[in-house]
């Protein structure tokens, strides 16, 4: 979409805005909006239902089962949900809602255009890191079963061990971390050490709250207190078909795929033992428990 055509779309203040986010490069983005964020992000003990809520959705990391769980906590009109491509070509669609939206979800890197539209109201930045073994096995699925994907024809008949390697796809090598410091779109080399301690920092400086994929059920928990929500019961949503499964890899094809997402395995094992620490000082001993004998009993009720 040329940029005279999206102007259209715009208010007053976005043209300036996207004009420069535009020209700017992907990392002195990443600066700017990590000096915003620093200063508008509230931390855990401030949070409460009263505040926005940004969920920055890595894909494959049960995020759609979050955005659900969160969606149905709000009033539809004051949910959001919108992805970075389609708010590049539209930019004014986080003003096409006669209030602001409270709760906003999508997939947004951390140098995109999002974070520089936001108003300067403070708010509840979150988002859901995985371990990357199970990460890349859910991506290759998803794109093998999802016919609408850009890589689907390629990689529906493509071997594990060479979409592994393939060199277009990003997201599955040190994709997460890429994601949090300006690198997702760059085919410039990185050292390894610098890529996490880039994406560590913006994790500790510009979010709420860090969750993992692998204590989901705790990651809700956690929000409950946070946010108040009053359902936080689900189905799981957007499962990929399993086409393999972690336990049909040989050892060398999930060595491999750790090789090529150890800044991704550093990032979830350093951010999983905070989480830990977190549930152990905000949650009660029996929580867990609690709330998986509700979930069985809510589950089941769907089924009836």
Not at 13 to 38: G, K, T, V
Not at 278 to 298: G, K
Request: aromatic share 8%; charged share 20%.
């Amino acid at each position: 979409m040329e940029r005279h055509i999206i102007q259209e779309f715009m208010s007053d203040n976005n043209p300036q805005i996207y004009q420069h986010w535009q020209q700017r490069s992907d990392q002195e983005n990443l600066d700017h909006n990590r000096q915003r964020l620093a200063q508008l992000v509230i931390n855990f003990e401030n949070a409460s239902s009263e505040t926005r809520v940004v969920y920055s959705h890595i894909p494959k990391n049960a995020g759609t089962t979050l955005e659900y769980i969160l969606s149905k906590n709000q009033r539809l009109s004051d949910v959001l949900h919108v992805n970075a491509p389609d708010l590049n070509k539209q930019p004014d669609l986080l003003n096409l809602k006669k209030n602001s939206a409270r709760l906003i979800c999508g997939h947004h890197p951390m140098h995109g255009l999002l974070y520089q539209l936001l108003s300067d109201e403070p708010l509840i930045h979150m988002t859901m890191l995985r371990n990357p073994l199970d990460r890349v096995i859910s991506y290759y699925n998803y794109i093998s079963g999802n016919q609408q994907h850009p890589f689907h024809e390629a990689v529906s008949d493509m071997p594990i061990d060479a979409f592994i390697e393939h060199p277009q796809l990003t997201e599955i090598s040190n994709g997460q971390a890429k994601r949090l410091s300006g690198y997702l779109h760059s085919n410039d080399s990185y050292d390894e050490d610098v890529l996490f301690a880039t994406a560590k920092k913006v994790l500790e400086q510009c979010f709420t709250v860090v969750l993992i994929t692998e204590q989901f059920n705790q990651s809700l928990l956690i929000l409950q207190k946070m946010l108040n929500l009053q359902d936080i019961y689900y189905l799981p949503h957007n499962q990929s078909t399993k086409r393999i499964e972690k336990t049909h890899l040989t050892p060398q094809q999930q060595k491999r795929i750790l090789q090529r997402n150890t800044v991704d395995e550093r990032l979830h094992t350093h951010f999983q033992e905070q989480f830990i620490q977190l549930c152990q000082q905000h949650l009660p001993e029996n929580a867990l428990e609690t709330f998986q004998q509700r979930q069985q009993q809510w589950r089941a009720l769907q089924n009836t």
